[in-house]
């Protein structure tokens, strides 16, 4: 019997997810009757090249029927894999009839059996193992009984002969689907910018151009996706003013949101900003610095947007046949119509949708952050990610997501790449544990969380309150509990002051004005930043989010976990101190098993922070925090 087979998602009717060359674990309950000895493997293919070979690798037995093991695949694309389970005759009778020695029965009657089964057993063997074994079998059999037993029990004849795959015997799961992406899916440190306010005043926009030449600096911090919000022309109906105020001056350039003017909409580029060859030069500017570009992907328009006049039936419209603006009462958002994605004509709406991701596809984009897709149906989602996989299966797709548990969920499970997460609002030691061991457990297998800690629309209450020191703590964490994480242009300054209190949004918001920066001065936090992306491109270990276990620390201020690699020959513990403004010192007590210690052992920790080294011996370890120095231990853990 196999049953309780893993990765699956929703009974395998979606394809669990993984990226190239990833150990995905596999496990399995493998049991049946008796005390029959029992083998497994997981076997799997790409179905992205026709005709693609079988993989296959044995699963190792843990307790209650449990069986673990690990896959890889290289190709991008879907594949499918399959748990099989046999008994191994021969081993099943060679431990049977050592229990009956050891019982004082005698085994002269079942020795002419296990001959039987060796023979049977060295037809399926590869050469030259087979010649070898049966050149070995034949002088044992023309010996004494007892030079016969003593061969048939040998372990190295019953570890030989378990790596034989029966014809027949086999049982079978039913085939469980993957989607396998590029690595960039699971990995990579984001930077979201306005490229408006690149090379601007204050008074004239910034430009394409001028945020290409921003981008060898945000290589140098060691990031690898640079997001841009939307690009496109600006509506001026309805246009907010600074801090969102409902009048907006002449020098307002409104938010990026409302997409849509006379100057074209989703496949056009704001005048302000530069051309599409601008843009293109951009791209291979990213390029050269080893940088992706990610574009906003947002499915509404504003009342000047060009589909306003010429689709209005994919809008809705009210009884006096006026559309409606966008609403989130009790806020309404003039400079928006939000898109009808049920209308009568949606089959067109949805391919002018699809169609603006061609377009940027077309140029060179292969990153979208989609904003709100939780406020489209999922039904339209499903329908977009399956032509992508068909055609464009290199497309990487993060859900702003801010919505219901089940909601989020659902659009990972239709096929979103990424997601935002909760994170952002999750702070105390045992909120943290709870969802990040929820987010690295239960849903792992689909949802791939972003880890961003602050964007343009959040300014969350403890970087508000915390200073610099809540900063650099959230940036270790983000940086470290992820595989991928994401900072907006401000934070590395600690930008934290809000409209008001109570509020999440910034005064003098980005969205509602251009913002020149100056990171030149001392008290950036530019070279940390580096330094933790550093850190987290040289382990391996920060690179994943399967392999995330929390430790106990006597302190509720200090949190404490370890990432690991499925070898264990790449392990790093992490204690952040969570208070932005006193120094915490405490006991914690390690799980030396997580680490791959041994108890009584004495162990390297290197602190990669600040370059120090410490001898470590047994599980429980004092630290001392300050967050005006550096707010957390980042500690290579070595034998």
């Given at each position: ?23 995905v674990p596999v496990a399995a309950r ?579 922070l600040s370059g120090e080294d410490y ?25």
């Amino acid at each position: 019997m196999i049953t309780d087979v893993s990765p699956v998602v929703d009974c395998g009717r979606r394809p669990a997810k993984a990226v190239q060359d990833e150990m995905v674990p596999v496990a399995a309950r493998v049991f049946t009757d008796g005390r029959k000895v029992l083998r497994t493997r997981v076997r799997w293919r790409s179905l992205a090249t026709p005709d693609a070979p079988w993989q296959s690798t044995p699963l190792t037995p843990g307790l209650e029927d449990w069986w673990h093991g690990h896959l890889t695949i290289q190709e991008i694309g879907p594949a499918e894999f399959v748990i099989e389970g046999w008994e191994d005759a021969f081993q099943s009778w060679r431990n049977d009839l050592v229990r009956r020695i050891d019982a004082g029965i005698d085994a002269e009657p079942d020795i002419d059996s296990g001959w039987g089964l060796l023979e049977t057993s060295l037809r399926r063997l590869r050469a030259p193992h087979r010649f070898r074994l049966a050149e070995q079998a034949r002088t044992a059999r023309a010996s004494g009984r007892e030079l016969q037993l003593r061969f048939l029990t040998d372990e190295t004849l019953s570890a030989r002969l378990s790596e034989i795959i029966p014809v027949s015997g086999l049982s079978r799961s039913t085939p469980l689907s993957l989607w396998v992406e590029r690595p960039r899916a699971l990995y990579g440190a984001w930077y979201e910018l306005f490229p408006r306010s690149q090379g601007s005043d204050g008074v004239i926009s910034g430009t394409l151009l001028a945020t290409a030449d921003e981008l060898p600096a945000i290589a140098d911090m060691g990031f690898d996706v640079v997001y841009l919000p939307p690009i496109h022309p600006i509506g001026h109906t309805g246009r907010r003013g600074r801090n969102n105020s409902q009048v907006a001056t002449d020098q307002d350039p409104g938010s990026p949101w409302a997409i849509g003017s006379e100057m074209g909409g989703h496949t056009a580029i704001h005048p302000d900003l530069g051309s599409l060859d601008d843009f293109r030069t951009l791209l291979e500017a990213a390029t050269s610095q080893g940088l992706e570009i990610a574009l906003d992907y947002a499915l509404q328009c504003s009342p000047d947007h060009p589909w306003v006049t010429a689709h209005p039936e994919w809008f809705a419209h009210r009884p006096d046949g006026s559309i409606r603006a966008a609403e989130n009462p009790p806020k309404r958002y003039d400079d928006i119509y939000p898109l009808d994605f049920g209308c009568r004509s949606w089959r067109s709406l949805w391919e002018a949708c699809y169609g603006i991701l061609e377009f940027w596809i077309e140029q060179g984009v292969h990153i979208f952050r989609v904003d709100n897709p939780h406020t489209k149906p999922v039904a339209f989602w499903g329908w977009v990610v399956r032509r992508l996989h068909r055609l464009h299966p290199e497309v990487i797709l993060l859900a702003e997501a801010f919505t219901s548990p089940a909601m989020m969920r659902e659009l990972a499970k239709v096929g979103f790449s990424q997601s935002y997460t909760y994170f952002t609002w999750r702070t105390t030691k045992d909120q943290i544990a709870a969802y990040l061991a929820e987010l690295s457990r239960e849903s792992v297998d689909y949802l791939r969380p972003n880890l961003f800690i602050n964007t343009p629309d959040i300014l969350t209450e403890e970087l508000q309150r915390g200073g610099p020191g809540a900063f650099r703590a959230r940036l270790v964490l983000g940086a470290t509990l992820g595989a991928s994480y994401g900072i907006y242009s401000g934070f590395d300054l600690a930008e934290g002051t809000a409209l008001h209190d109570g509020s999440e949004e910034y005064l003098d918001s980005e969205k509602y004005q251009l913002r020149p920066r100056d990171f030149s001065g001392t008290e950036s936090l530019r070279p940390l930043v580096s330094r933790v992306n550093q850190i987290r491109r040289e382990h391996r270990s920060l690179q994943q989010f399967r392999r995330l276990d929390f430790h106990w620390s006597d302190d509720p201020a200090l949190v404490c976990y370890s990432k690991s690699t499925p070898a264990m020959d790449d392990v790093v513990l992490v204690v952040v101190n969570l208070d932005p403004w006193s120094t915490h010192e405490s006991t914690i007590h390690l799980d030396l098993s997580r680490l791959g210690l041994a108890d009584g052992d004495p162990y390297l920790a290197r602190e990669l922070l600040s370059g120090e080294d410490y001898v470590w011996q047994g599980p429980h370890q004092f630290v001392r925090l300050n967050p005006a120095r550096y707010p957390a231990h980042i500690l290579w853990c070595s034998r």
